[in-house]
Structure formats: structure tokens, C-alpha cells
């Protein structure tokens, strides 16, 4: 059955390498070290063979686990010995139910991704005196909900700013901002330290 387990454990791997993309944003806000959530963003194109692959080994494990096991008919092979019937908990059907659970939530990732980060509470108050900025900044490297949501926290994050959106669809931020209160620059260094890179920005008017 050790062929089972390495199917297992092989099906964890490729479903973290599927997310591992939008998981590292997560833990860059837990270890405080942003500048690490793009370190694998390299992996997103390969995304979907890496879900295939995942489905492919599970079905596999599973089929394994679930077909008919072949008996002997030899009658020479029976005799008075004492056989370990006991089956090791990574061999049965409740810890491969869990893998496949755990291999589940991992592919999934990250469509709820972005319930790890907080909304920031930074609400401006726009008096007719504010003469405010419209940026749109295009940004590399974002892949998923996750990185949007971690680059919009960062932004927002900052003094000022008045209305920010992010779409890694498009790979663009739009900030509206008070510029008596934040700048380009500050911005520009906040998405940059999320690990993505601002590549070019305008004015919009």
C-alpha cells in the first residue's frame, strides 16, 4: 500500500503548487514580510495542469483503495503463520477522505482568499477644498483575489487615499487620492512592497 500513500502524498503537493500563488500572500501578512507574497506567482500559468493532476491522482488513490483485493487460491500458501492484519490510519479510507478534503481547500484557496485579509477602515472625508489625484498604476505580477485584496490593504493603508480598486485581471490599481496628505511615490512604494512591481503610471483625469 505504500504506493497509496505516495499517491496521496503527491496529491498534496500539487494542489499547494496550484495555490501557492494567493497562499503566500496569506503568510507574508502573518510572518509581516509582504515583500514575499510574489515569490511564486511564477506558478500561475501552470495552475491548471497542476489542478488536473491533482484530480487525476486522487481518482487514482481512490480507485485503488476501492477495488476488489485478489485472492489466492493456493492452498500451499495457507498454513499456520501469523499475519499482521492490522492496517496502518494512512492506509485507510478516513485519512484519504481527509486528503482529498484538505487537496479540496487547498485548490479552492483561492476563491476565499480573500477572507484572510482585513478591510482597512480608512475613510476620508472630501470637503470641496480637497483637490484630489486620479492615478492608474499598472502593476505586475498579481495572479489572483488574493494578491488584489493584499495590494488594495496595502494601499489603503496610507493617508489620503480616497478611493482604491484593483484588478489583477487587468494588472491595474486606480487611486484617487489627497495629494496634500500622500503621493505617487508613497503609493508606489506601498504596492512594491507587497512583492508586485509598479511598472508604469498616468494621470487620469
Known amino acids: 500500500m505504500k504506493t497509496n500513500t505516495s499517491l496521496q502524498n503527491l496529491s498534496i503537493i500539487t494542489a499547494l503548487a496550484s495555490s501557492l500563488c494567493c497562499i503566500m500572500p496569506v503568510f507574508a501578512i502573518l510572518a509581516g514580510t509582504t515583500g514575499i507574497a510574489s515569490t511564486f506567482s511564477w506558478l500561475d500559468p501552470a495552475r491548471p495542469y497542476f489542478i488536473g493532476s491533482t484530480a487525476f491522482i486522487l481518482g487514482l488513490a481512490w480507485y485503488q483503495k476501492l477495488k476488489p483485493q485478489k485472492q489466492t487460491s493456493d492452498k500451499s ?44 477602515d480608512n475613510k476620508v472625508t472630501i470637503n470641496q477644498a480637497v483637490k484630489s489625484q486620479k492615478i492608474e498604476f499598472i502593476i505586475s505580477g498579481m495572479t489572483c483575489t488574493g494578491c488584489e485584496v493584499h495590494v488594495k490593504s496595502e494601499i489603503s493603508k496610507l493617508k489620503g487615499i480616497i478611493i482604491a480598486q484593483v484588478s ?38
Not at 503609493?187 to 494621470?203: C, D, E, F, L, M
Open 168 to 205: 489583477y485581471e487587468k494588472g491595474k490599481a486606480f487611486v484617487e487620492f489627497d495629494n496634500k496628505k500622500t503621493n505617487i511615490k508613497e503609493i508606489t512604494k506601498a504596492i512594491n512592497s507587497t512583492g508586485y512591481k509598479v511598472v508604469n503610471h498616468k494621470n487620469i483625469l
Open 77 to 120: 500458501l495457507n498454513c499456520n503463520c501469523e499475519i499482521d492484519s492490522k492496517v496502518s490510519f494512512l492506509q485507510t479510507k478516513t485519512f484519504l477522505t481527509m486528503i482529498t478534503i484538505l487537496s479540496i481547500l487547498l485548490l479552492s484557496f483561492p476563491s476565499y482568499s480573500h477572507l484572510f485579509f482585513q478591510k482597512p
